[in-house]
């Protein structure tokens, strides 16, 4: 079946603008992670969704960074007023269950000039 | 989450076992050990996990010290498609189940 999706692949913006990253997770799962990683560095936890609610976003690094699951299933990263910093590949996982082993889609790699 | 200490590189020779420790002194009685690998520009994959008991599955293996303090993922017979960084993460059993990656050991695989 189809593993989990992100787009676009690829992002490249100017610092200050707004961007958008969106998760397509695997159909039924009902748990939603986003991570990002830096080059050289093993990925850093965002934010946890279980169905529609963020039941963990202590990885969030300030309010720049938002994150959505309306309907339980696709998930977007939003980030305002993109700074250089936030260059990295934003990764997201999903698992049937919270407990689950989590499988990640290929990420985003977002680069701010 | 409690911490893992893992070499930076490795290598091995293909076709050949290969043996990744993972040290984890801190663990809790809660705490999985899992395991997962990322290979090159591609998100990580899940590879094994467990509590106490040593664990097999179609793609490695997973020694447990009898005192949980550390771990080893065995990799029975590598192959070019092993070449990937692993990461050792010990994952709560509550909470946001989040996982907490270090910089994991860089695996190649010399033909």
């Known amino acids: 079946g189809a593993g989990v999706s992100q787009t676009p692949s690829n992002k490249v913006t100017e610092k200050g603008k707004y961007v958008e990253l969106r998760c397509d997770p695997i159909?039924?799962?009902?748990?939603l992670y986003w991570y990002r990683q830096s080059l050289g560095q093993g990925p850093e936890f965002l934010i946890y969704?279980?169905?529609?609610?963020?039941?963990?976003d202590s990885g969030l690094p300030n309010d720049r960074f938002f994150a959505v699951r309306p309907e339980g299933s696709v998930s977007t990263l939003k980030i305002q007023r993109t700074e250089r910093g936030d260059s990295a590949v934003y990764l997201c996982?999903?698992?049937?269950?919270?407990?689950?082993?989590?499988?990640f889609g290929p990420g985003t790699r977002l680069t701010v000039l | 989450d409690a911490k893992t200490t893992q070499p930076n590189s490795m290598e091995s020779n293909e076709e050949e076992p290969v043996h990744l420790p993972c040290n984890h002194s801190?663990?809790?009685?809660?705490?999985?050990i899992h395991w997962y690998r990322q290979l090159p520009s591609q998100g990580p994959e899940y590879v094994i996990h467990?509590?106490?008991s040593n664990v097999n599955n179609r793609m490695a293996s997973l020694a447990i010290a009898e005192d949980r303090k550390s771990s080893t993922l065995i990799l029975h017979r590598a192959t070019l498609r092993d070449a990937a960084v692993y990461y050792c993460?010990?994952?709560?059993?509550?909470?946001?189940?989040?996982?907490?990656f270090g910089k994991g050991t860089k695996l190649s695989v010399i033909p």
């Open positions: 969704f279980q169905g529609t609610g963020a039941a963990d």
């Open positions: 467990g509590l106490t």
């Open positions: 801190t663990i809790s009685g809660t705490d999985y």
């Open positions: 159909s039924g799962h009902t748990a």
């Open positions: 993460i010990l994952r709560s059993g509550a909470g946001s189940y989040q996982l907490t």
């Open positions: 996982a999903s698992t049937p269950t919270s407990r689950g082993e989590q499988f």
